[in-house]
């Protein structure tokens, strides 16, 4: 059995997963102080993670009934991320694992994303399209096997998708994390209240919400104060709308264009849990696996996932291990 750690960003997450793929526990701590920031703070972040990491693998230890010797390896997420909080989960993996001379495996945090759908009861096989979409990235990428070489077909110009949701939330007054904030208010409102742009002058299948961002900051100086307090519902349904649009649009936009890519897709990253979203996504017409909402937010199990398919370093030849903020893909 693998013991995971994810310390990527604010959540401060472990599991134990079989070489199978059977989730004998995933335990995500959410440190629920960057809400006073309207972000997080990557210092704060990074404390609280010390604070929270041991009583969380402990609890994900106890979960699955097994102790650190039992265990066939120890997985933890090397980046992409906030680079302190990141530290702390690589440093904790490297130092359990010296101590009971136990193999690390170094994880990709997207291909944890991609490795969600590999976890049972679903076992989503490959090859599919698979479209990940969170605070920190937006792609699509064409997924050809277990492994963390898959081809990237389209990735964001600007902000991220779960970016412009929480930007969004922040202009309409709403609390941090802005995602659920937003869809909250949204479902007493009209999706069809405001034309907000969905960047389909951006070419091939990248993705830009810039543009968007901009268009509700004029919305919202056009209409005044009293007006915007009055369809904030309206201007949340409607902003909520052109992103799920600007997502899926680029999906169907690849699924039409080129008959050689698998009529198969899988979500993943934060955005995946918003309602909307998936519900358009399973009106596409392919088969399609959308994770629990647990396994698409940050989350341990779908890091011990990919690395049941990546090749594990033995002692001592993790000691020298180090995190890294920004993919090795260039994303």
């Known amino acids: 059995m693998i013991l995971a750690l994810e310390t990527s960003c604010d959540d401060t997450c472990a599991a134990v997963v079989t070489q199978d793929g059977e989730i004998r526990s995933n335990v995500i701590s959410s440190q629920g102080v960057h809400d006073r920031y309207g972000g997080v703070v990557p210092e704060v972040a990074s404390r609280h993670h010390l604070e929270l990491i041991g009583p969380v693998v402990d609890d994900a230890l106890a979960q699955a009934g097994i102790s650190l010797p039992e265990l066939d390896a120890i997985a933890v997420t090397q980046g992409p991320g906030l680079v302190g909080a990141l530290l702390v989960g690589v440093s904790t993996a490297k130092?359990?694992?010296?101590?009971?001379?136990?193999?690390?495996?170094?994880?990709?945090?997207?291909?944890?994303?991609?490795?969600?759908?590999?976890?049972?009861?679903?076992?989503?096989?490959?090859?599919?399209?698979?479209?990940?979409?969170?605070?920190?990235?937006t792609l699509l990428a064409h997924v050809r096997d277990h492994g963390p070489d898959w081809e990237v077909l389209g990735a964001t110009h600007d902000d991220a998708a779960g970016e412009a949701?929480?930007?969004?939330?922040?202009?309409?007054?709403?609390?941090?994390?802005?995602?659920?904030?937003?869809?909250?208010?949204?479902?007493?409102?009209?999706?069809?209240?405001?034309?907000?742009p969905?960047?389909?002058?951006?070419?091939?299948?990248?993705?830009?919400?810039?543009?968007?961002?901009?268009?509700?900051?004029?919305?919202?100086?056009?209409?005044?104060?009293?007006?915007?307090?009055?369809?904030?519902?309206?201007?949340?349904?409607?902003?909520?709308?052109?992103?799920?649009?600007?997502?899926?649009?680029?999906?169907?936009?690849?699924?039409?264009?080129?008959?050689?890519?698998p009529q198969r897709l899988a979500l993943?990253?934060?955005?995946?849990?918003?309602?909307?979203?998936?519900?358009?996504?399973?009106?596409?017409?392919?088969?399609?696996?959308?994770?629990?909402?647990?396994l698409c937010t940050d989350n341990a199990a779908m890091i011990a996932s990919a690395a049941r398919h990546l090749p594990a370093l033995p002692f001592p030849q993790y000691a020298a291990l180090d995190a890294y903020a920004t993919g090795e893909r260039g994303l």
């Open 165 to 196: 949701f929480d930007k969004g939330a922040r202009m309409l007054g709403l609390g941090y994390p802005g995602g659920p904030a937003l869809q909250r208010l949204a479902e007493d409102g009209d999706p069809e209240a405001f034309a907000f």
């Open 268 to 294: 993943g990253g934060g955005v995946a849990a918003n309602g909307p979203l998936r519900e358009r996504m399973r009106g596409l017409g392919v088969a399609i696996d959308i994770p629990p909402i647990q």
């Open 95 to 137: 130092a359990l694992a010296a101590a009971h001379r136990l193999p690390l495996i170094p994880v990709d945090h997207l291909h944890g994303h991609v490795a969600a759908s590999f976890l049972k009861p679903s076992e989503f096989e490959p090859p599919f399209l698979i479209l990940i979409a969170s605070g920190g990235h």
């Open 198 to 261: 969905t960047a389909q002058q951006v070419p091939g299948l990248d993705f830009s919400f810039s543009g968007l961002k901009t268009a509700l900051l004029y919305k919202l100086r056009e209409l005044g104060e009293e007006e915007t307090e009055r369809r904030r519902a309206d201007l949340a349904a409607s902003y909520q709308r052109a992103i799920v649009e600007t997502l899926a649009r680029r999906v169907e936009r690849a699924l039409e264009t080129d008959p050689a890519l």
